[in-house]
């Protein structure tokens, strides 16, 4: 069993930044697979960035990539997922969420864990 609490979300200008973090609970945090998916009003949750439980391999949307960058910290149980280049389109709530295995995968389903997440509002 495993908890998740986003923080850093909030109100950003466009063309600017937030970072987003998402603690866990637990002791097997590094058994994890994370990432990140979020929902605007209107539209289905979709991917935006994973990470594998060691934090070798990374996995981005085609919409954030060269943008976003997810790192965890399993010392801490702590994800990072660092937003630049904001645009209004990315205006959502972000969910933080983690699997159990090794792979990054896009499908909301299979993530066991997930986080109450995280508002974030780009303004044009």
């Known amino acids: 069993q495993v908890q998740l609490v986003e923080s850093g979300g909030g109100l950003v200008q466009a063309g600017g930044s937030l970072r987003l973090s998402c603690a866990a609970s637990g002791r097997t945090f590094s058994r994890y697979t994370m990432g990140w998916f979020r929902q605007a009003p209107g539209k289905e949750r979709e991917f935006v960035t994973g990470?594998?439980?060691?934090?070798?391999?990374?996995y981005y949307a085609d919409s954030v990539k060269g943008r976003f960058a997810l790192s965890r910290d399993n010392a801490k149980n702590t994800v990072y997922l660092q937003m630049n280049s904001l645009k209004p389109e990315d205006t959502a709530v972000y969910y933080c969420a983690a699997r159990v295995g090794s792979a990054v995968v896009v499908r909301s389903a299979d993530y066991n864990y997930w986080g109450q997440g995280t508002q974030v509002t780009v303004s044009s």
């Open positions: 990470i594998s439980w060691t934090g070798g391999s990374t």
